[in-house]
């Protein structure tokens, strides 16, 4: 119980909110745009809608499992919390995924989408597919 207390306020800690742009860069930074063929605006979309670019986003799903980070990663299959059972594609601790710096989270978004595609996220088949995303990278000198 004390080490989950540390570990959720170290998540609350050292957690953000990106600005647009400031993410739409760390990103480009992290190797995302044009990764596997999917823009910078995608990814940026797809932030948005998952986490509203809060590197601390914390969400439980009605099956048990967590997601995590500003792409809200889930705990079943690609990262690991130490109790639920998870296959950890990602190899990967989830409260890594909780930082400001979204390396880890974009190393493991790679690895959702060379397995399984982009539409392996919801909110970007709801709110990214098929639409015009050019507003979530104008201005930012991307
Ligand atoms: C973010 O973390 C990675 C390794 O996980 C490191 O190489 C990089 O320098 C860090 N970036 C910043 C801005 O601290």
């Known amino acids: 119980m004390k080490a ?7 998540a609350v800690v050292t957690a953000k909110r990106y600005e647009r742009c ?3 860069r760390a990103m480009k930074a ?3 745009d044009g990764y596997q063929g999917i823009s910078l605006a995608n990814w940026v979309c797809l932030a948005k ?3 509203d670019y809060n590197t601390g986003a914390i969400n439980h799903n009605s099956d048990g499992s967590t997601d995590y980070g500003i792409f809200q990663i889930n705990n ?3 990262c690991s919390n130490g109790k639920f059972p998870s296959s950890n ?3 990967i601790s989830c409260s890594q995924l909780l930082t400001d710096n979204i390396s880890q989270a974009a190393q493991c978004a790679k690895t959702i989408v060379r397995q399984q595609g982009i539409t392996a996220w919801v909110a ?3 709110y990214c597919k098929d ?3 050019s507003s979530y990278t104008a201005g930012c000198g991307v």
Do not use: I, P, Y
Request: glycine share 8%; net charge positive.
């Open 4 to 10: 989950l207390v540390f570990l959720l306020l170290l």
């Open 22 to 24: 400031e993410l739409a």
């Open 30 to 32: 992290n190797g995302m």
């Open 49 to 51: 809608h998952e986490s």
């Open 76 to 78: 079943r299959w690609w």
């Open 89 to 91: 594609g990602c190899k």
């Open 124 to 126: 970007w088949r709801t």
């Open 131 to 133: 639409r015009d995303l």
